[in-house]
Structure formats: structure tokens, C-alpha cells
């Protein structure tokens, strides 16, 4: 079963505007990262999250984790045409040596 | 730098042929990963190896072998080939040890796209 879940499964968006995307997960982690998938190709790692963390940011990413409700969320701001790609949160629930991915977010950015 | 190299790109099999799926990293990595993509389904791991001479089950490990030949190679074999295995077939790596108690970054390859007919 999946560990992660995204929440939309798909959204669309003007250029220049802000893209939240959510992640809910089951069990306790030691970290939650986030990955781009163009289409077509591997994943590309963005940012890592560590239970202690509440906020990180890197570029135009915000990534924030709630640990009491199992959530995290990326922001995306300024959107640009090139941020059109799915996005995946991935946990490594509890430590070990696996990483889960969600089901993904397919973000879209309308120029 | 070629990161995490995976052949083939593309395959098409027939139901009960067998086939081998290579993966090698150039990163001097310790662990290595299978994963598999369906729509809607996200990333499943298939099994990981968290360092040379050992391998591990994931997820979805039925009709499936894999073989950690040496630190940089990691292969997956379909020793007979099923429909429900037609799919998208990653395999990535990190530089997280064996006793690390945070598994780190992973870095992909391309994918290989297998049909099953």
C-alpha cells in the first residue's frame, strides 16, 4: 500500500501564480522528500524534509511537514512553464533503508 | 557524469519469455533500487540491494530476481514475463550506508518501458 498520498491529483494553473501541492502519510518517518517527474523521464530529487524540520526552503520551493498530522506540503512560487511536471512526495517510514512514493501530483502550468 | 544508467529503454516481450533489465551507477553508491510505475499507482518498490551482496524484498517482489553483481550493477530479471508486468522500470541509487538511520536522496535513471503481450 501506498505510504504517501497527494492530494490534487491533478492541477492547472496560470503562469506566474503559487502551486500547492499536499502529501499525507501513515506511519511515523525520520525524513519526507519531494520529487519532479518530467514526462517521460526519471525523477529528479528537490528538497528533503527531517521530522525535526517544520520549513524548508530552496528557490521558489517551500516545503513545511506537520509530524502531528502526518502532512507536508510544497509550494511552488512564480510558477513558470517549465514547472509542468508530476510531483511525488516520498517517505521513508521509520528509518529504514526504502523509500515509499505517493501517487503523485501532474501539476500543469497554462503560459 | 552519467549518474544511473539503465538498459533497455524500450522492450517488447511475449507472455513467458524471460529478459533481464541492467542498471549500473557511476556515483559509488551503496544502495541500489527497482521500482516500477503504473498510472495512478505512483512508484512501487520491487526490491533494493543496501549494499553489495545483499538484496531485499519491497513491495511487489513476485516474478521478479535481482542480482547486486558488483557495487556499481544491480539487474532485475523476468525469468517469465506476464502482462501485468508490462510497465515502467526505474532504477536509482544513494549514497546512504547500511546503518544510516536516514535514507538519503535518491538519484534515478530514465526508466526502461517493457510491454508484456
Known amino acids: 500500500s501506498q505510504q504517501g498520498e497527494e492530494d490534487p491529483q491533478a492541477l492547472s494553473i496560470q503562469e506566474g501564480e503559487n502551486a500547492t501541492m499536499n502529501c499525507s502519510y501513515k506511519t511515523s518517518i525520520n525524513n519526507l522528500q519531494w520529487y519532479r517527474q518530467n514526462s517521460g523521464r526519471g525523477l529528479v530529487h528537490l528538497i528533503l524534509i527531517r521530522s525535526n524540520e517544520r520549513e524548508k526552503h530552496s528557490g521558489r520551493l517551500r516545503v513545511t511537514l506537520d509530524t502531528s498530522k502526518k502532512s507536508s506540503s510544497l509550494l511552488i512560487t512564480a510558477s513558470r512553464a517549465a514547472d509542468t511536471a508530476s510531483y511525488f512526495c516520498a517517505t521513508d517510514a521509520g528509518g529504514n533503508e526504502k523509500l515509499t512514493f505517493g501517487t503523485g501530483t501532474r501539476l500543469t502550468i497554462i503560459p | 557524469n552519467a549518474g544511473v544508467t539503465q538498459t533497455p529503454k524500450f522492450q517488447v516481450l511475449k507472455t513467458g519469455q524471460s529478459m533481464t533489465l541492467q542498471c549500473a551507477q557511476d556515483?559509488?553508491?551503496?544502495?541500489m533500487y527497482w521500482y516500477r510505475q503504473d498510472p495512478g499507482m505512483g512508484l512501487r518498490l520491487i526490491y533494493y540491494s543496501a549494499s553489495e551482496g545483499t538484496t531485499d524484498k519491497g513491495e511487489v517482489p513476485n516474478g521478479y530476481n535481482v542480482s547486486r553483481l558488483n557495487k556499481r550493477e544491480f539487474s532485475l530479471r523476468l525469468e517469465s514475463a506476464a502482462p501485468s508486468q508490462t510497465s515502467v522500470y526505474f532504477c536509482?541509487?544513494?549514497?546512504?550506508?547500511?546503518?544510516?538511520?536516514?535514507?538519503?536522496?535518491?538519484?534515478f535513471g530514465e526508466g526502461s518501458r517493457l510491454t508484456v503481450l
Open positions: 536509482a541509487s544513494s549514497g546512504t550506508g547500511v546503518f544510516s538511520t536516514n535514507t538519503g536522496e535518491l538519484f
Open positions: 556515483m559509488n553508491h551503496n544502495s
